[in-house]
């Protein structure tokens, strides 16, 4: 099943296409130590942030059975890396790739879901972010000590792809981080604009069941996404089944 591979191809492409980028393979074993959920980097403690309500941000999940797309465990930043950029305040774009196998048109949306979650799952000393999930934001603050013992884009993309390996359905992850610029990443955000679309018409159909596609405003969308139709579909008929006879 395929909803996002026509996105990865141009997001993949315009990557490569950043003369300041640079590339890692993520680092499994690595020992940041835990910070305990929930902790909060106030502004007097900040080292660094990223995507805060003033700047650009952007943060968006693509994953496809197309294993041929996805460099497993690879880590591209574009711009100044974390410890480059003390007591700054940058844009940020976070794009994660995930290589998948056995979703379709049952498991997707909740796979999905997954998927998307698990980034508050890092637990990272010196980090704290806050998502904004519908309008596909990430707002990341970075304490001064752990900035100055090397917290670097390197380290939390480890973290967020030893995360995604746990899952059983996951065989490959990649991470991208913009942090250049205003202008760079909201291109970023119109490459991976449709992304919002399909995610938000996953969400309709499963929370209000609702298939009357005439006044639907993702009927575009879903007419272009194979995969939208084929859930669309399965749930339409599980609806005719579980409705009373009389």
């Not at 003369?19 to 499994?28: G, I, N, Q």
């Not at 202008?183 to 938000?200: G, H």
């Not at 993702?218 to 139709?229: H, M, N």
Request: proline share 4%; with cysteine; aromatic share 8%.
């Amino acid at each position: 099943m395929e909803l996002f591979e026509k996105i990865i191809t141009p997001v993949l492409s315009y990557t490569e296409e950043q003369p300041d980028r640079r590339c890692w393979s993520a680092d499994t074993d690595m020992q940041w130590p835990a910070g305990g959920y929930g902790r909060i980097v106030l502004k007097e403690d900040m080292g660094l942030e990223l995507g805060s309500p003033e700047k650009e941000s952007l943060s968006c999940l693509l994953w496809t059975e197309n294993l041929t797309l996805i460099t497993d465990s690879r880590i591209t930043l574009v711009g100044p890396d974390f410890s480059e950029s003390i007591g700054q305040s940058l844009p940020f774009g976070k794009v994660v790739l995930v290589g998948v196998t056995g979703f379709d048109e049952d498991n997707a949306y909740e796979r999905h879901k997954e998927l998307d979650f698990l980034r508050y799952d890092i637990d990272l000393t010196g980090f704290m972010m806050r998502a904004v999930s519908q309008y596909m934001k990430e707002w990341c603050r970075v304490n001064h000590e752990a900035v100055a013992n090397g917290f670097s884009a390197k380290v939390l993309g480890s973290s967020l792809i030893r995360l995604l390996r746990k899952k059983p359905y996951v065989v490959s992850a990649e991470v991208i981080f913009f942090t250049s610029s205003t202008e760079a990443v909201r291109r970023l955000r119109e490459i991976t604009a449709p992304t919002e679309k399909i995610v938000s018409a996953m969400d309709k159909m499963a929370a209000e069941m609702d298939f009357e596609c005439e006044s639907c405003d993702y009927q575009e969308v879903c007419e272009e996404a194979d995969g939208l139709r084929l859930m669309r579909d399965k749930l339409m008929a599980g609806k005719k089944e579980a409705a009373p006879y009389g």
